[in-house]
């Protein structure tokens, strides 16, 4: 009787050539070197071989016979049995350790956990309760039919692969080749033909752009000449931008992606950014005279979007959306896309408190820059310190360049001080931003933000703060009360800021809410000292403690006065060159708990 692979008469062995053969092309379409793109052949011609066995055949053979509910998984079945041959599959593949167990971890995940395991580290792989379901046997007999043959059984400790290992090499690679092998098999499974230049788009050219009625002139040349410096690809994978409040990171984030020929992701940490950069490149495509299809996509929808087509050119998202594939069985599917498409990463800074997705993020943007080569930049008021300790930074354009910005837009003054405590009534044109929903919502006089409100109360404060602050408003500037919801990429300015200090990136995204337009008359910052509790407790979470000291201290003693913005970020700047091996440290440990979750 002929080995099956489905129900449907699909013989085993045609479908793992299949798969292994659309993995090769999947591979060879993102350019990736030869010992990846055998990787990902091996991966995906073994992922299914744990269905040779007696009791999968028979289901195969017989669809409609009722089964045990609490049975072993097909994917569990052949990492067993790689694990127990583990040395005769080396020598016939010519593996290292390391290749051998990123097959091993791409054939146990390509499907979720299994659901009989011993306990959460041991694979059984005899059960005399579960009818004999694991045959070693019979696996042999199929791969002698791949002349896979010389397969000597050992006696290893069965240990579940690790979702992601301990060291940043071996997760890109463990990444790259998964998700190739999940997207092959959804492929052939579909029986739908697939093209792998689906998402080819065209190039814009940037000698295409004439600058914007409304735009400064000066300021777009100055945009347009980052954006060129961006474009060299055969010596740049990754741009970091760092760009003060207001300058315009959205238009040259779009610009630049537009030059290439993929599919764009443009990723955020929150939903509320979401919605504001989604406003802002409409605006923007309008104005330069772009037919350029947009959506919005989170809560597993598209939500907005200028176009009825399925797909678009630019899907907005959050991180979450990004690196759910990583571990949801519905969508793993989609870990390929991530890894395929052009991708700008907004407000990146804010990955760093948001575990297990920091991980995630720092596993996706490593796999991309080394050994895809892919386009992503990186936006950010705020940049950090990534301990990315494998990457290769001959390939990273940092602009204007590490630990600098690009000038402000406006020299106006600010006039920064101190206080113990937020104010006890918020007087109109002010906003006061706080790290916690409990002390934003204490002002009964102000409209209070934060994240916890429905789709529609929050889109009606959201509303009326833009009718009244956004740029060109002309409506009545009333006081704002805010939890961090409004801290980055909202376009949106008062005169007055009471900002209750967390930490470097916190109160720089929130300067940047302060005449962010450069057209208020006077304009005010106050720092107000973490007393609270509930402030603290979110420092904590959030950041670090000791990093909080530093930062208030360092404000303290160096940022009391009347300073114009860049001076602010000269400021900012200085203080992570200070401090950066306590950085390094605290994103170190926050990296080692995320990759743990």
Known sequence: MPYLAKSDGT?????????????????????????????????????DIGKACPYFQKFYNNP???????????????????????????THYNLTNDEFDIIANSVYWHHPQAIDIKNNFILNSVDDNNDNIYDVLSIKSFLSELNITDLNTEDPELNIPHFFANTNVK?????????????????????????????????????????????????????MSIISRSCNRNTINTIICNAPAGFGKTYIGLVWALTTNKRVLWVCPRNEIIKSVYQSIISLLDLLHLDITVETFYSSERQESNTNNDTSRITITNIDAVVQPMASRSKSGLQYDMLECTIVFDEYHEFVSDSPIYAAFRILLQARHNEIKAQQMLLSATPIELPLDYLDYSTVLVLPEKNKHFDSQHNNKYLCNITKAGPKVIPDDTFVI???????????????????????????????LYNSYGKLSEGNKFPVSSAPVMQASLDVSASHLFESVSSPNNTMQRIGRCDRFGTCIDRTITFIENNDKSE????????????????????????????????LYEKYNNFNKKYQKNIKAYTKAKYNNSLEK
């Open 171 to 223: 997760n890109s690679l463990i990444l790259i080749v998964r998700s190739i092998v999940i997207k092959s098999d959804w492929i052939i499974s579909s029986g739908i033909p697939y093209d792998v230049y689906a998402n080819t788009y065209e190039k814009k050219l940037l000698e295409s752009y004439v600058c914007p009625s409304t735009f400064n002139i000066d300021r777009f040349s100055t945009q």
């Open 536 to 567: 603290l407790k979110y420092i904590e979470h959030n950041y670090s403690k000791p990093l909080y000291t530093l930062w208030y201290n360092f404000i303290k003693n160096n940022m009391c006065g009347e300073f114009t913005l860049n001076e």
């Open 64 to 90: 409609n016979k009722k089964v045990k509910s609490k049975l072993r998984y097909h994917n569990e079945i052949g990492c067993i049995f790689l694990l127990q041959h583990k040395e005769s599959v080396k």
């Open 434 to 464: 706080y790290n916690t929903i409990k002390n934003a919502q204490s002002h009964d006089e102000a409209l209070c933000l934060h994240s916890k409100y429905t789709n529609e109360d929050r889109n009606t404060k959201f509303t009326s």
């Open 11 to 47: 013989l085993l062995k045609t479908h793992l050539e299949s798969v292994s053969n659309m993995a090769e092309q999947l591979a060879t379409y993102l350019q990736l070197n030869d010992r990846i793109i055998k990787l990902c052949k091996i991966a995906a011609y073994l992922h």
